[in-house]
T-cell receptor, first 113, second 112 residues
Framework: GAVVSQHPSWVICKSGTSVKIECRSL??????MFWYRQFPKQSLMLMAT?????????EQGVEKDKFLINHASLTLSTLTVTSAHPEDSSFYIC?????????FGPGTRLLVL | AQSVTQPDIHITVSEGASLELRCNYS??????LFWYVQSPGQGLQLLLK??????LVQGIKGFEAEFKRSQSSFNLRKPSVHWSDAAEYFC??????????FGAGTTVTVRA
């Protein structure tokens, strides 16, 4: 139980394009999902909290217009990186909350050329 | 503000030997504490968690952790490591809004 998927698992895009990453809770409903970013050899940094039916809340320093989050249903949250640039290249990981615990997806590796 | 320190960046241990990973946290109230493991290029798998009650917590894969409030620590242990335990280990502290703050991680290498 408590399985979270992400799609795509990796993506390469050109600078200036937008990329959408999906996070799905497969066997439970999650009113709250979290998006993290992880740079190589570093820890995870919380970007934003995605709440079903309401606006996402962003951590300090994260541009909400660049990282668009939509929590369309109790099992799906999407992160869209708009006008991507090479510095946005990273590993993006989502977490879906079940009770008091966050269960993580396998991550999406984004490379912006 | 909550924070986590993992003092050891890299630990090398022989297969069959014991393992202990250190974690110190800073949080004003009773913390929610977690240990996650990450294999290369993968997401995070929950090993164990502590919210309240018994301070010695048992997890998956033979791992356990002990919460010590007086030392603000939540160290992870395993009596006998297997080669498959080689991975990155993250300690995290959560608050009542369920946001997690992660430590920098400890890389575990297992030698034959």
């Amino acid at each position: 139980g408590a399985v979270v998927s992400q799609h795509p698992s990796w993506v390469i895009c050109k600078s200036g394009t937008s990329v959408k990453i999906e996070c799905r809770s497969l066997d439970f409903q999650a009113t709250t999902m979290f998006w993290y970013r992880q740079f190589p050899k570093q820890s995870l940094m919380l970007m934003a909290t995605s709440n079903e039916g309401s606006k996402a809340t962003y951590e300090q320093g994260v541009e909400k217009d660049k990282f668009l989050i939509n929590h369309a249903s109790l099992t799906l949250s999407t992160l869209t990186v708009t006008s991507a640039h090479p510095e946005d290249s990273s590993f993006y990981i989502c977490s879906a909350r079940l009770g008091d615990t966050g269960y993580f997806g396998p991550g999406t590796r984004l490379l912006v050329l | 503000a909550q924070s986590v320190t993992q003092p050891d960046i890299h630990i090398t241990v022989s297969e069959g030997a014991s393992l202990e990973l250190r974690c110190n946290y800073s949080y004003g109230a009773t913390p929610y504490l977690f240990w996650y493991v990450q294999s290369p290029g993968q997401g995070l798998q929950l090993l164990l968690k502590y919210f309240s009650g018994d301070t010695l917590v048992q997890g998956i894969k033979g791992f356990e952790a002990e919460f010590k409030r007086s030392q603000s620590s939540f160290n992870l242990r395993k009596p006998s490591v297997h080669w498959s335990d080689a991975a990155e280990y993250f300690c995290a502290v959560g608050s009542n809004d369920y946001k997690l703050s992660f430590g920098a991680g400890t890389t575990v290498t297992v030698r034959a």
